[in-house]
T-cell receptor
Framework: EPEVTQTPSHQVTQMGQEVILRCVPI?????FYWYRQILGQKVEFLVS????????KSEIFDDQFSVERPDGSNFTLKIRSTKLEDSAMYFC?????????????FGEGSRLTVL | GENVEQHPSTLSVQEGDSAVIKCTYS??????FPWYKQELGKRPQLIID?????GEKKDQRIAVTLNKTAKHFSLHITETQPEDSAVYFC???????????FGQGTRLTINP
């Protein structure tokens, strides 16, 4: 069964450093997402991406965040200057069709620890 | 925007008993309501979903009910087993939105 894959599984970084989290969505999917989950809390929407552009973003997704689909297979989340409060599990997700049809598939997550 | 409230935050039941988790949503335009199960350190995985044109859906021991008028939906797990222990999240999405809005999660513990 195809899966969304994410790397790295865990990254530790110093405050102020740039971080890039990588995702390979399922190959025939068209909609891509980043969510985050602070330890013990709910899953929060960050950004959605379709047709090579951001379709929606949350208040969390400020100027420090960016997403890119550089080569037709990878989907990356960049945090330019990390803050302590960016420590969380970041989930990539993808979907074949529009959001209200079918299942959203999540990756295993990338745990980011900012020191 | 959409706001989803989920209760209870923790639930402990005896193996074999039933568990019920409830969610309410705020946006009457929402029409898709999935439930995700997340085991410790793992990704959320869809276990069942329901659309607003249906009042109830069942899949073996799992069922979901939807009351559009009251804007709430519930997950029912019957004959619970130890492997049902996990955190369960409800979510809602409307037809025009590009995202799911999740509830706060319910930590379900099945006691043997």
């Amino acid at each position: 069964e195809p899966e969304v894959t994410q790397t790295p599984s865990h990254q530790v970084t110093q405050m102020g450093q740039e971080v890039i989290l990588r995702c390979v969505p399922i190959s025939n999917h068209l909609y891509f997402y980043w969510y985050r989950q602070i330890l013990g809390q709910k899953v929060e929407f960050l950004v959605s991406f379709y047709n090579n552009e951001i379709s929606e973003k949350s208040e969390i997704f400020d100027d420090q965040f960016s997403v890119e689909r550089p080569d037709g297979s990878n989907f990356t989340l960049k945090i330019r200057s990390t803050k302590l409060e960016d420590s969380a599990m970041y989930f990539c997700a993808s979907k074949r069709e529009g959001l209200y049809t079918g299942e959203l598939f999540f990756g295993e997550g990338s745990r980011l620890t900012v020191l | 925007g959409e706001n989803v409230e989920q209760h209870p935050s923790t639930l402990s039941v005896q193996e074999g008993d039933s568990a019920v988790i409830k969610c309410t949503y705020s946006d009457s335009a929402s029409n898709y309501f999935p439930w995700y199960k997340q085991e410790l350190g793992k990704r959320p995985q869809l276990i069942i979903d329901i659309r607003s044109n249906v009042g109830e859906k069942k899949d073996q021991r799992i069922a979901v009910t939807l009351n559009k008028t009251a804007k709430h939906f519930s997950l029912h797990i019957t004959e619970t087993q130890p492997e049902d222990s996990a955190v369960y999240f409800c979510a809602a999405s409307d037809q025009g939105a590009q995202k799911l809005v999740f509830g706060q999660g319910t930590r379900l513990t099945i006691n043997p």
